[in-house]
């Protein structure tokens, strides 16, 4: 770490120990940022992607001439103080109107960048009703839906699906409560356009930095309230009502990660013991679990033969006896 | 009775739930995302955009509910939560895997003896207050017998026995201990510095023994010469004493007498002189060097060996 602090009190190094890394994390925290010109349009996204994100989302009150694909020792130098592990830069210029950067960090580095530009956006008045529960607090956990064959192909939306799903629900939990379950945000793309089908996806991948973003189809996401409607079996019946708010976005710039570092922040930690009960990793032989849960493994003896085992010491059957009897020439002792 | 009209009622709720898709969705239930890989179609897009996007958000979601509501459940007392297994997209970290740390002494025990971890609460049980005290903090259990007014001795207890100062002395070696035992760890866990040798830690610390105690060893008034050697100590090494040869050439007796002779003629240089002098004095003591270099014997020594190695040495040594 460039800046390294020094604890002086407790307080300071409980902050400083929960920001070590952990084996499961944190979600990401997202900065959202203004550049020197955002827009009306581009702020008012940004004020509803943070109230989604809350409370793992910190918003920059100043505005700040920051330029992402050019210079990323800001972000850095952000994401080292703050802790965070996203951001989001609103700007709008002339050539890019209305545009945002979705920037993903590891080990306070920049690891990839998305841009898009919003086109079309409406409001999510209604949004802050649906949040039942305590007071404050985030609304629940929302479902992600992504509708494309592109997500699974094309390399840009392979990204964007993955900045998506590290945003709203980059968290790994262990359980959840089916009936928190309350919205969806659904992000489908528009109809494939006849110049990229699936063979040729990832031909044009190696041509697509130069290809003019605009052939790209754009992108809907779109937000439901969930309603569960009794089916007569254990599985309800969805049913979903519009919920604002609801983007429209194109996508724009990107920068891929780099390969070395992308190797790096895609390295899990070892298999506990639990994860290998559970039937994770190489299946192991010889590794069971039995009903009182404890793991037992079998050794595997080759099999013996069963002629040459010797039970009982017999010393008359000695090897070299017969010399010892007396009237030979015995050398032996008596 | 009919039963083919249950049967077929009973299809129709079983369809109302399930999804039916060319290319089946794809669902993560460890992040609660579901991916439709079918292609958008054009004509339903066009004509009705929204409502085409609602139908496949529905389908999606009903398939990822019907995945979420088979999974195990355990009760809490918030309802029924259900288990999710581990998420099957890979998303990358924002921070690198932590180094694992060495386990402590007293892990390392507890994992062997097969003991494990117990949670103790902060509150613990009076039985002569009957309600429930803190266990440590303010007003904690652990300083009752520095607080009680009266304490029980023992008859053949010192006159001046102070049972308040004993358990606080007790306490704060206690907390001392642990403190110093909690630096042993962190000491442990850090990787040795750069420097340290390759044998490791004890080959130093015993090295660094052996050296203050041969220090001491001679530091007595005369020189450890005379002092018994007690069994388990080396023997000590000593610079090895030469005397030259009552018989030298006159070639040497010649050109040491010249030497004393020039050495006479040079101005006296005094100490300032003699640093300022020298300009690599910051990074290498060149008295230090020499001397050990000619093992005591001078740079005029060393010069001659390495010119002739014949000649005979004589000591220029500082006494």
Not at chain 1, 139 to 145: E, G, I, R, S
Request: hydrophobic share 35%.
């Amino acid at each position: 770490m460039a800046i390294c602090v020094k604890p002086k009190n407790a307080r300071s190094k409980r902050v400083l120990q929960a920001r070590e890394p952990k084996e499961i994390e944190d979600p990401r925290t997202a900065i959202f940022v203004k550049g020197t010109h955002a827009g009306e349009r581009a702020n008012a996204v940004m004020k509803e992607l943070m109230a989604l994100k809350r409370p793992h989302a910190i918003s920059f009150s100043k505005k700040n001439a920051v330029r992402p694909f050019e210079d990323a020792s800001s972000l850095e130098f952000w994401s080292q103080k703050n802790d965070a592990g996203m951001f989001v830069v609103g700007q709008s210029t002339k050539k890019r109107p209305h545009g945002m950067t979705f920037v993903r960090m590891f080990d306070y580095k920049v690891l990839d960048m998305c841009e898009v530009g919003v086109d079309d956006w409406k409001s999510m008045a209604e949004f802050k009703v649906h949040t039942k529960g305590d007071a404050g607090t985030q609304a629940y956990k929302p479902m992600l839906h992504f509708a494309s064959e592109l997500f699974e192909s094309h390399p840009r939306f392979v990204q964007l699906k993955s900045m998506l799903m590290d945003f709203f629900n980059g968290e790994e939990i262990d359980a959840i409560h089916l009936a928190g379950l309350e919205h969806v945000i659904s992000i489908s793309l528009g109809p494939t356009p006849p110049t990229m089908n699936a063979a040729t996806t990832t031909l044009e991948a190696s041509t697509s930095t130069s290809e003019d973003p605009s052939t790209l189809p754009k992108v809907h996401i779109r937000a439901y309230t969930i309603r569960l409607l009794k089916s007569g079996t254990l599985v309800p019946r969805v049913e979903l009502t519009p919920m604002r708010p609801s983007l429209d976005l194109s996508l724009r710039r990107h920068t891929e990660a780099d390969a070395e570092l992308w190797k790096q922040a895609m390295r899990r930690p070892k298999l506990r013991k639990q994860d290998v009960e559970k039937g994770l990793g190489e299946k192991h032989k010889n590794l069971e679990v039995d009903e009182m849960g404890d793991l037992r493994g079998r050794i595997r003896v080759g099999k013996q033969d069963l002629g040459k085992l010797r039970t009982q010491k017999m010393k008359g059957l000695k090897a070299g006896r017969d010399d010892m009897l007396p009237g030979a020439s015995g050398s032996g002792k008596p | 009775m009919d039963v083919s009209d249950i049967l077929a009622a009973h299809e129709a709720k079983q369809k109302a739930v399930t999804v039916e898709k060319d290319i089946p969705l794809e669902i993560d239930a460890g992040f609660l995302t579901v991916t439709d890989l079918n292609p958008v179609d054009k004509e339903s897009y066009d004509a009705d955009r929204e409502e085409y996007l609602m139908s496949i958000a529905r389908d999606g979601a009903q398939a990822l509910l019907a995945a979420l509501f088979s999974l195990p459940t355990t009760s809490s007392p918030d309802g029924p939560l259900a288990q999710l297994p581990p998420p099957t997209t890979q998303l990358p970290r924002a921070k690198p895997l932590p180094k694992p740390k060495p386990p402590t002494k007293w892990e390392q025990f507890a994992k062997a003896k097969g003991i494990h971890k117990t949670r103790k609460d902060k509150k613990v049980w009076d039985e002569a207050k009957q309600e429930w005290v803190n266990r440590w903090g303010w007003k904690g259990a652990n300083k009752d017998k520095e607080v009680q007014w009266i304490t029980e001795v023992r008859a053949n207890a010192d006159v001046d026995h102070d049972p308040v100062k004993a358990a606080r002395d007790a306490r704060k070696a206690r907390v001392a201990k642990n403190e110093k035992q909690h630096q042993q760890n962190l000491a442990r866990a850090m990787p040795l510095p750069v420097g340290t040798s390759s044998t490791g830690a004890p080959a130093d610390r015993k090295k660094q023994i052996d050296r203050t105690l041969a220090v001491t060893r001679t530091s007595t008034a005369s020189m450890g010469k005379f002092d018994r050697r007690l069994e388990g100590e080396k023997k000590l090494k000593g610079v090895k004493r030469k005397f030259d040869p009552t018989e030298i050439s006159a070639a040497s007796e010649k050109s040491r007498d010249l030497a004393i002779l020039s050495k006479l003629d040079k101005e006296p240089s005094t100490k300032k002189t003699k640093s300022s002098e020298s300009s690599a004095s910051d990074v290498l003591n060149v008295r230090k060097a020499i001397r050990s270099a000619s093992k005591g014997k001078g740079s005029a020594a060393l010069a001659r060996e390495a010119g002739g190695g014949k000649g005979k040495n004589f000591k220029k040594g500082k006494r």
